[in-house]
């Protein structure tokens, strides 16, 4: 399905002005080279150490009461294949709502269509909460709701997530070569619209919306299949290319007139920019036991400087907002491999909200 729907966005997407049928092609080689790779880590499973092995056939063991969902034909398909049927959902809601955004910003048609970039957003969060319904049934919710307002997780951690990770993002944004030029300082009213932004954005500017999925759901079973490492890598290249369609809009940097630049410069630093940030997530969702609530957090902390703060530098681009963003994250996931030997806080009896094996 999955296919389909990148050939049909591909082949609706071949008439936009500007820019060419390859580049087009290009871009839907990029999904079908995602598939590909999530493909041959979910068939080539890695093998799991004794005691993981020995917790999992125990949890698979149980019998869980399923939805009635469950019992249709879908709904065993989706069973039978979790993790791709969770990658599938998440892209197909995200690419279906928006491609009429897309085409709008292109002006094959009429009408503004922000809502459906803002719904297509939730693509993440909703076939989370679906596969966590479908696998578990309302065991599934409860445990993405504890998840959520896990919120003890030490006054230090939330320092560095609430202050520590924008304090570093715009320092480094602010010593780039140009960036100070006009700068407009900072208001008063900051103080006012940077807590309401950073709340807005918590809970629909890329954090709950994606979170719930990619670490609510996904992460799990990916470091329990693969290992933290692995399992954060792939799970990175799904994330990083599930924002591949908004290189196409100004969104990214695309839009009318940009031709091959947002591909070529903007979508490399972004590659980076994001598997820095996979990386410091599984970290923090480890470190705090799978607590949702900072990972959540701690999107938040990285997307609201650049809704509030950034607009500030005149001078910053989005290619410099990109580098800016990527380069302390990339030196702080640096840091946290070396310090953990890329196992990232990973341990077996905490990778669950409730540090129950989560079946794969």
């Not at 999992?56 to 065993?76: D, F, I, K, Q, W």
């Not at 030490?154 to 320092?159: E, T, Y």
């Not at 990916?222 to 954060?232: A, N, V």
């Not at 908004?246 to 031709?259: D, K, W």
Request: hydrophobic content about 50%; some cysteine; glycine content about 10%.
């Amino acid at each position: 399905m999955a296919v389909i729907v990148t050939i049909a966005a591909v082949t609706a997407l071949a008439n936009l002005p500007e820019l060419p049928w390859l580049e087009y092609g290009v871009f839907a080689a990029g999904l079908l080279l995602v598939w590909a790779v999530v493909l041959l880590r979910l068939r080539h499973r890695r093998g799991l150490p004794t005691e993981t092995a020995k917790a999992t056939e125990v949890r698979e063991s149980e019998t869980h009461m399923r939805p009635p969902s469950a019992s249709s034909g879908l709904g065993r398909v989706l069973l039978r294949h979790p993790l791709f049927s969770y990658f599938t959902l998440a892209y197909v809601i995200k690419f279906g709502f928006l491609i009429p955004y897309t085409l709008a910003a292109w002006g094959i048609i009429s009408g503004d269509w922000s809502v459906a970039f803002v719904i297509a957003t939730f693509g993440p969060c909703l076939a989370g909460v679906t596969m966590a319904y479908l696998m578990e049934g309302r065991q599934g919710l409860g445990r993405l709701r504890k998840s959520i307002s896990r919120w003890k997780v030490g006054w230090p951690r939330l320092v560095f997530i609430f202050a520590g990770i924008p304090a570093l993002i715009m320092l480094c944004v602010s010593i780039l070569p140009g960036s100070l030029s006009g700068f407009l300082g900072f208001p008063p009213v900051l103080l006012l619209t940077y807590p309401l932004t950073y709340f807005a954005v918590w809970f629909g500017g890329g954090g709950l919306n994606e979170e719930v999925g990619w670490r609510g759901y996904a992460l799990p079973r990916m470091q329990s299949r693969y290992g933290p490492l692995w399992g954060t890598l792939v799970l990175g290249v799904v994330h990083c290319f599930w924002h591949l369609e908004e290189f196409l809009t100004p969104a990214q940097g695309g839009g009318p007139g940009t031709g091959w630049a947002p591909f070529i410069v903007n979508l490399p630093v972004f590659v980076l920019l994001v598997l820095s940030f996979n990386i410091i997530a599984t970290w923090i969702f480890n470190f705090t036991r799978g607590s949702l609530f900072a990972v959540i957090s701690y999107h938040a902390s990285v997307d609201t400087p650049q809704a509030v703060l950034i607009p500030f530098f005149p001078a910053v681009g989005i290619l410099a907002l990109l580098e800016g963003t990527a380069i302390p994250l990339g030196v702080l996931a640096a840091i946290i491999l070396v310090l953990t030997r890329g196992r990232l806080g990973y341990v077996e009896a905490t990778v669950s909200p409730d540090n129950k094996t989560i079946p794969s």
